[in-house]
């Protein structure tokens, strides 16, 4: 279902006029109120006047997550405090939090795009949405619950944790929609099934999931398990939090990026040139409408590539791939760069193998060492020594085909690695630099 | 014929062990007869246990990796030569022993062992043909 039926299925040129009038206005009023903005435009040697065509975003100079953290906490909102109604918070695992503020109106922008993004997945005023996103400063919790008021389904604000109530909730309250990270998707199947509860038996049709990286596979894995839909929603407090974009049903093939609330870039991360549609490279950010934390050209330092192809659904705005990994969650482990999507997706590939798996990264003198931790289940448990060796092996030596980089397998029991309520730890990295 | 081992997927950390051992004093299972086979990284802990499906429920409970394999248990002649005579006998036959192990539990004149080959019906319909002595498994389980 299309929640916003006139905007969503813009032709490209109205659209496109739409953006050009917003950027223009978002230009001049960052450069009136952030004084931040209004010296890197005039570093930049630009000024708001100089915005004639959609291209010329180009002359606006980046925002990165330093500059947010720079002006922490509040120096880059663009309307004085009696107007924001609401902050939200970075969990600050990589560094100072970085924290963001909504208007009255942002607020219901917001919500107006999670709904957008809540009917694209399937969900309609019918549905229950049990949103196991955590509520807090985390924009995952309150974006989802405001869009499914909005959109008016019935919103189970479970948030993360609890897990074995979550699972007695699902099988009294039937909820229609699960919301919550992928890997928390994965931990409920796990505990249903030591609860002796079957997913089969609940009545979900789809799951968004997001707020980290996961693959093809993963989704396979999780539809498998959980006996629904699996879609990809995108978003980062920075630019607004969840429903910046979001997968359709139909074609579950890319996720939509509202266009008319966001203008995305790709760029080559090292030149900082923008790039065609399909070349895949970091996605930057600008806001057209947000009132307290307009943003340009922010580094998302989120990899992936924008399709501008119609799209089977109706909706004539652009989509971006999947997320494919990180700028920063990049490891480069004897100069090859590795991703450990990368390592999921080779370990998904093999069905003895569970997708649970860390990596850990040492250095040993020079050189560096990438060992991979992987949980050994029943499929892959064998009585002889050999078998099990001959399985490190093959991880291994897929690992090698794939990726091009030599990591040392070793086989770990049954949950011993980290299953974080929220976000999973993939990666380790124990070298002192 | 056929006796039931379970195995247990162990990391090489300490403590490991004795976590096994704890569950299965919990659950008042008896351990018969047990070899550990073991690398820098893993280890795998076979058992031969009085009560298997208690047995494989708790060890599942704790978190364990836990599989049952089947194992023929064997009288050997307790006298030089006894096994070497029942391992050319089976070599003879085409058949592999994977792994092997005593069991504890002294019988009349004869030494036991556990078995595990490569194809298991018809190492024991091969060594029963030649009056090897092989125990089923409700009788080892409370030998």
């Known amino acids: ?130 949103n196991a996103y955590g509520y807090g400063l985390f924009t995952g919790g309150l974006g989802v619950h405001y869009g499914a008021e909005k959109l008016g ?14 699972i007695i909730i699902m099988r009294d309250f039937k909820p229609s929609i699960l919301t919550c990270t992928p890997s928390y998707a994965l931990h409920l199947a796990e505990a ?103 943003i340009i050209r922010y580094r998302t330092r989120d990899i992936t590539s ?47 193998v569970e997708p649970h798996y860390q990596l850990v990264v040492e250095r040993e003198g020079t050189l560096d060492t990438l060992t991979v931790l992987v949980e050994v289940g029943e499929k892959a448990f064998s009585d002889e020594i050999r078998d099990l060796q001959k399985l490190e092996k093959e ?14 397998v070793k086989l770990v029991e049954p949950k011993t690695i980290a299953r974080s309520e929220g976000k999973a730890v993939r990666v380790v990295d124990k070298r002192k630099l | 014929m056929h006796a039931q081992q379970i195995s247990v997927f162990l990391e090489n950390k300490a403590g490991r062990l004795a976590e096994v051992t704890k569950v299965l004093s919990q659950a008042g299972v008896n351990i018969r007869a047990l070899s550990l086979a073991d690398t820098s990284d893993f280890g795998i802990l076979r058992l031969i246990l009085d009560k298997n499906d ?21 009288e050997v002649p307790d006298r030089p030569g006894g096994l070497h005579d029942l391992l050319e006998y089976i070599n003879g036959r085409g058949i592999n022993v994977e792994y092997m192990y005593a069991f504890v539990a002294p019988t009349k004149n004869n030494a036991l062992m556990i078995f595990r080959f490569d194809d298991a019906d018809a190492a024991v319909s091969a060594l029963a043909e030649k009056g090897f002595a ?10």
């Open chain 1, 192 to 294: 249903a099934e030591e609860m002796g509860v079957d997913f089969e038996s609940l009545l979900f049709k789809s799951g968004i999931f997001g707020a980290e990286p996961w693959s093809e596979n993963m989704r396979h894995e999780i539809e498998k398990k959980l006996y629904l839909s699996a879609l990809d929603i995108y978003g980062i407090s920075e630019v607004i939090g969840p429903g910046v974009a979001m997968e359709c049903l139909e074609a579950k093939n890319g996720l939509h990026i509202f266009e008319d609330h966001f203008i995305p870039e790709i760029i080559n991360p090292e030149t900082n040139e923008t790039l065609p549609p399909g070349a895949t490279g970091e996605l930057v950010f600008t806001s057209l409408t947000k009132e307290a934390f307009p």
């Open chain 1, 395 to 408: 991880i291994s030596h897929n690992i090698k085909e794939t990726l091009a980089v030599s990591a040392k």
């Open chain 2, 134 to 143: 092989v125990i089923d498994g409700e009788t080892l389980y409370t030998m």
């Open chain 1, 153 to 166: 389904a019935s919103v189970i604000p479970i948030s993360g944790g609890n897990t074995k109530r979550q």
């Open chain 1, 1 to 130: 279902m299309i929640f916003n039926m006139e905007f969503e299925t813009l032709p490209r040129e109205a659209l496109e006029a739409i953006q050009l009038r917003r950027l223009k206005a978002v230009a001049e009023r960052v450069y009136a109120t952030v004084p931040f903005y209004r010296k890197t435009f005039d570093e930049a040697g630009v000024k708001p006047g100089d915005i004639k065509s959609l291209a010329d975003i180009t002359k606006l100079p980046f925002t990165t997550k330093k500059d947010l953290r720079d002006n922490y906490p509040f120096g880059m909102f663009a309307v004085p405090m009696e107007n924001v109604v609401r902050i939200h918070a970075s969990s600050g695992t990589t560094g100072q939090p970085t924290v963001v503020g909504y208007t009255r109106r942002d607020v219901d922008t917001w919500a107006e795009l999670m709904a957008r993004s809540l009917a694209a997945g399937g969900a309609t005023s019918d549905d229950i949405i049990h």
């Open chain 2, 54 to 74: 208690t047995a494989v429920e708790a060890l599942k409970n704790a978190g364990f990796t836990v599989r049952k394999t089947q194992v023929a248990a064997v």
């Open chain 1, 306 to 352: 924008l399709s501008y192809e119609p799209c089977i659904c109706g909706r004539t705005m652009a989509r971006m791939k999947r997320v494919q990994g990180r700028t920063d969650d990049m490891l480069i482990i004897r100069g090859v760069n590795v991703f450990p999507s990368q390592i999921e997706a080779v370990l998904m590939d093999m069905d003895q």
